[in-house]
């Protein structure tokens, strides 16, 4: 009995650093794709992209999000989240709140690197969808969730899909929806700051249904805000995930991911 009781209590410090690494999202380095809610049913995340081995990537697990982040581009790779009818309804109003730092992470975008940047602050997950909870209002404004965007593409076009995004959800219940940069090459085009943001040269965004027969659709914006339309910039998940190297929905059985990511028909939503 004593040497039972001395092996589990020399248990405990791994078993207390499993659970923080499962908090965080990262178990030996593998994304978690799943969780257990409190009534330990299994909760399937299908809005996660599979992990990233081509890039650097940090998990991190926010109230209505989750954000993969690149200390080299000091950037989010992808924001996803998964966005509910109820979720798009809230008495949390953005007003108020501030652009933060995020100490989680290092190195790290501050706001004095985009002081005089001429470029706006731009959400992946927006603010609109965190009106919900007061923490996911919060956490909205941490810069791992933000990038450098063309103030008229984040006044506009960016914010004209957020809110198509979120009549979808009233539409069918709930929607799926990743996001992030997009950029040209291995080097940057442009950085910001004393920390080198590094400045997207266009974003992505995909959305998902699993409403009825699920469908999916994507769109790409080039990060200089000329005016286009979002029929026009529509695309298959299929283009998407040839132009940033990320694999989305690998949760989903593969005849349904082959089949949605290969389409993409505006007029369906």
């Given at each position: 009995?004593?040497?039972?009781?001395?092996?589990?209590?020399?248990?405990?410090?791994?078993?207390?650093?499993?659970?923080?690494?499962?908090?965080?999202?990262?178990?030996?380095?593998?994304?978690?794709?799943?969780?257990?809610?409190?009534?330990?049913?299994?909760?399937?995340?299908?809005?996660?992209?599979?992990?990233?081995?081509?890039?650097?990537?940090?998990?991190?697990?926010?109230?209505?999000?989750?954000?993969?982040?690149?200390?080299?581009?000091?950037?989010?790779?992808?924001?996803?989240?998964?966005?509910?009818?109820?979720?798009?309804y809230g008495k949390?109003?953005?007003?108020?709140?501030?652009?933060?730092?995020?100490?989680?992470?290092?190195?790290?975008?501050?706001?004095?690197?985009?002081?005089?940047?001429?470029?706006?602050?731009?959400?992946?997950?927006?603010?609109?969808?965190?009106?919900?909870?007061?923490?996911?209002?919060?956490?909205?404004?941490?810069?791992?969730?933000?990038?450098?965007?063309?103030?008229?593409?984040?006044?506009?076009?960016w914010n004209t899909?957020?809110?198509?995004?979120?009549?979808?959800?009233?539409?069918?219940?709930?929607?799926?929806?990743?996001?992030?940069?997009?950029?040209?090459?291995?080097?940057?085009?442009?950085?910001?700051?004393?920390?080198?943001?590094?400045?997207?040269?266009?974003?992505?965004?995909?959305?998902?249904?699993?409403?009825?027969?699920?469908?999916?659709?994507?769109?790409?914006?080039?990060?200089?805000?000329?005016?286009?339309?979002?029929?026009?910039?529509?695309?298959?998940?299929?283009?998407?995930?040839?132009?940033?190297?990320?694999?989305?929905?690998?949760?989903?059985?593969?005849?349904?991911?082959?089949?949605?990511?290969?389409?993409?028909?505006?007029?369906?939503?």
């Amino acid at each position: 009995m004593k040497k039972l009781l001395l092996l589990s209590l020399a248990l405990l410090p791994l078993l207390a650093s499993c659970r923080k690494q499962a908090a965080q999202g990262t178990i030996g380095g593998r994304q978690a794709a799943a969780f257990y809610d409190a009534n330990r049913q299994k909760v399937t995340e299908y809005e996660l992209p599979a992990p990233l081995s081509d890039r650097p990537e940090q998990i991190l697990r926010r109230t209505g999000y989750t954000t993969s982040y690149n200390k080299d581009t000091r950037c989010p790779n992808w924001v996803a989240w998964h966005l509910t009818k109820a979720h798009t309804y809230g008495k949390q109003q953005r007003a108020g709140e501030v652009f933060s730092e995020d100490s989680d992470v290092t190195p790290r975008a501050t706001n004095n690197d985009y002081y005089n940047s001429r470029y706006d602050r731009g959400h992946m997950c927006p603010a609109g969808d965190s009106k919900w909870d007061a923490t996911a209002m919060r956490e909205s404004f941490l810069f791992t969730n933000i990038c450098p965007q063309n103030h008229a593409l984040n006044k506009y076009e960016w914010n004209t899909l957020e809110i198509q995004c979120r009549e979808w959800a009233r539409k069918y219940g709930a929607v799926d929806i990743v996001c992030g940069p997009v950029y040209d090459g291995p080097s940057p085009s442009r950085t910001i700051g004393r920390g080198r943001v590094h400045v997207p040269d266009g974003f992505f965004k995909v959305v998902m249904c699993r409403t009825g027969r699920p469908k999916a659709i994507g769109f790409v914006f080039r990060n200089d805000g000329k005016k286009v339309s979002l029929e026009s910039v529509a695309c298959t998940v299929d283009e998407v995930e040839r132009l940033t190297g990320i694999d989305f929905y690998p949760a989903l059985d593969d005849k349904t991911e082959r089949r949605i990511e290969a389409q993409a028909d505006y007029g369906e939503w």
